[in-house]
């Protein structure tokens, strides 16, 4: 069982918004935020948005993620069908000394 | 440009030994922390394991990699380590080398089986 939560899946139409929510708890999200990764299947996972909010050279503004209390949560607008993959969130956790990763959470675009 | 290359993997019995390298070029190894993150077939992401840039003797592991994997790194050579012994049929996955969040390689397949 992983020690951030995330849905197993979401899905909308192409062109419709997803929001993806990655539930922690104080000594990991509380205190570090999160990062997000796409994974497309059989490729390695890139990431998406780190800790700090920012995303790396070539990700697009579609892509953003907020924070409140415990939880992060990505945001996809404006979906295409490039966008079908798995999404994780991963941080430090303090109290576990370990990285810890979401369960994943894999998008379908209808 | 980054690059971060994995090698070492295999098929190897329950019980047996692997090492993985990581080779890496076009960022600051030598300050960076480095983990092996691992994905078993069909599941998840899992990290495994990280070694610190600064300080080299600050490393972590996952409750079951601790006793039978070693992280180490080369900053000479720019490259990490994952020794792993006492291999188990769950320790089966695709490895990947990291600079978490940023730099990821492509990942090599440890095949623990008879």
């Known amino acids: 069982q992983s020690v951030l939560t995330q849905p197993p899946s979401v899905s909308a139409a192409p062109g419709q918004k997803v929001s993806i929510s990655c539930s922690g708890s104080?000594?990991?999200?509380?205190?570090?935020?999160a990062s997000w990764y796409q994974q497309v299947p059989g490729t390695a996972p890139k990431l998406l948005i780190d800790?700090?909010?920012n995303r790396p050279s070539g990700i697009p503004d579609r892509f953003s993620g907020s924070k409140s209390g415990t939880s992060v949560t990505l945001v996809i607008t404006g979906l295409q069908t490039g966008d079908e993959a798995d999404y994780y969130c991963?941080?430090?956790?303090?109290?576990?000394?370990?990285?810890?990763f979401g369960s994943g959470t894999k998008v379908a675009v209808l | 440009e980054v690059r971060l290359v994995e090698s070492g993997g295999g098929l190897v019995q329950p019980g047996g030994s692997l090492r993985l390298s990581c080779a890496t070029s076009?960022?600051?190894?030598?300050?960076?922390?480095m983990s092996w993150v691992r994905q078993a077939p069909g599941e998840g992401l899992e990290w495994v394991s990280v070694?610190?840039?600064?300080?080299?003797?600050?490393?972590h592991y996952i409750d079951s990699a601790k006793g039978r994997f070693t992280i180490s790194r080369d900053n000479s050579k720019k490259t990490l380590y994952l020794q792993m012994n006492s291999l188990r049929d769950e320790d089966t996955a695709v490895y990947y080398c990291?600079?978490?969040?940023?730099?990821w390689g492509q990942g090599i397949l440890v095949t623990v089986a008879s």
């Open positions: 990291a600079r978490v969040p940023d730099h």
């Open positions: 076009g960022f600051d190894f030598g300050q960076s922390e």
């Open positions: 070694s610190s840039g600064r300080n080299a003797g600050r490393t």
């Open positions: 104080s000594s990991n999200i509380g205190r570090n935020s």
């Open positions: 800790e700090r909010y």
């Open positions: 991963g941080t430090w956790d303090d109290s576990l000394s370990i990285y810890v």
